[in-house]
């Protein structure tokens, strides 16, 4: 058979057990020699963007029967450790073996028969992600639970050394932090950014997950760029876990007040979930606890022109000067992040340049070019800390 030919047959096949057609790719195959199956089936076929042999790409879109019919009929043909790359909600994974696809896509039933076939159950992926990882990304319980039981290792991490515990507490997922949990996970291990399983939960407003972290044992424990759970909550405007944490035993009372005044500015100049009205409730309820007794007195930062050369509000009667006053408290917030984020926080940036557009979209443009090179300014102080940033985002997703 001449190499186009060959290569076209290899399409058909894959193409057959990709679209779900068992009976079809039986009939391909009767035609091929005995000797030539590994041929055929061994072969890494570009599609698109991924690169699968028929067993990858079916089990990738759950298709039993031809799984089925793969390792019953042309098993010793079949490489059940063959890695290929594979695409996963926009994102390209490499080195995915048929069983990481069918655990990262939710197909219990295949997990099953390529487990019980002797599937290497820990094999990891160009990333260090193995398929409990990619189960534990998707919340499957059940596949999760399969996995351990037939001897997957909860504590292996990807190479960002971020844990199935930490993508589940990230995604949200209850039960099986619940579960791996219950098998002995470590909710103390830090990732390479710094952050642990309850940073993740916190800053993510999963507030049930922080709970059960809480009670197995988490530490609060601060990341790469000084954030602690608390405080990455409250830059997040996730005001119920900021409400519960700042009630904890280990809560000291300036640590309160950062989070809450974190809190109330973060919501006078988040694009997401802006509400100037949650914003003086916070920073109302973070400057009544400084003035109980023994007061604690603000440490004001320098006086900086793009943000109209604001001083933060010393006293209540300050800050209630202001309340009707909607420019005045957007300063007053953002000189407020950056004197509890610090200068060169990645996270202090954005807020900044969304004010400064809706500034200019206004009309103001001097005061809207101020802050824009504020702004720039404060990307460029950041830029060395971008580094444990992109570590937390990437090291989740991988």
């Known amino acids: 058979m001449a190499d186009a030919q060959k290569q076209s047959l290899r399409f058909k096949i894959y193409s057959a057990a990709r679209d779900g057609l068992p009976v079809t790719l039986y009939a391909l195959l009767a035609s091929v020699p005995k000797r030539d199956y590994r041929d055929y089936l061994g072969a890494l076929m570009v599609d698109r963007e991924q690169k699968c042999t028929p067993l990858l790409i079916a089990a990738r879109n759950g298709h039993k029967q031809v799984v089925q019919r793969l390792l019953d009929n042309f098993g010793s043909a079949v490489e059940l450790e063959q890695e290929g790359t594979v695409q996963f909600d926009g994102y390209v994974i490499e080195g995915a073996t048929p069983l990481w696809c069918a655990a990262g896509a939710g197909h219990l039933d295949i997990v099953r028969i390529l487990v019980l076939r002797g599937a290497d159950v820990n094999h990891p992926t160009r990333t260090a992600s193995t398929p409990l990882r990619a189960a534990s990304f998707d919340g499957r319980l059940d596949i ?116 809450l005044e974190l809190l109330g500015a973060s919501f006078a100049n988040d694009k997401d979930n802006y509400s100037l009205e949650r914003a003086f409730h916070f920073l109302e309820s973070a400057m009544r606890e400084r003035e109980r007794e023994p007061r604690l007195h603000k440490e004001r930062g320098p006086v900086v022109a793009a943000y109209d050369s604001r001083v933060e509000c010393a006293t209540l009667g300050e800050l209630l000067g202001i309340k009707d006053d909607a420019h005045a408290l957007h300063m007053e917030s953002l000189v407020i992040r950056e004197r509890i984020l610090g200068q060169h926080n990645p996270e202090l940036p954005h807020p900044v340049v969304y004010r400064c557009g809706l500034i200019r979209f206004t009309g103001n443009r001097a005061s809207g070019s101020l802050l824009m090179a504020q702004g720039i300014k404060c990307v460029r102080q950041v830029l060395g800390a971008l580094t444990a940033c992109f570590l937390i985002l990437i090291g989740c997703l991988a």
């Open 144 to 259: 999760v639970r399969f996995l351990v039981e037939h001897g997957a290792d909860i504590h292996l991490a990807n190479k960002y050394n971020n844990t199935c515990l930490m993508i589940a507490a990230y995604k949200g997922h209850l039960d099986v932090v619940r579960y791996l949990l219950s098998q002995g996970a470590d909710p103390n291990v830090q990732a390479l950014c710094g952050a642990t399983a309850l940073q993740f939960a916190a800053e993510h407003g999963h507030l049930d997950i922080v709970r059960q972290l809480l009670g197995a044992d988490a530490r609060v424990l601060v990341n790469g760029i000084g954030m602690t759970p608390l405080l990455a909550a409250a830059e997040r405007t996730k005001a119920e876990v900021v409400e519960y944490l700042v009630e904890q035993p280990w809560c000291t009372r300036r640590e309160k007040i950062d989070a």
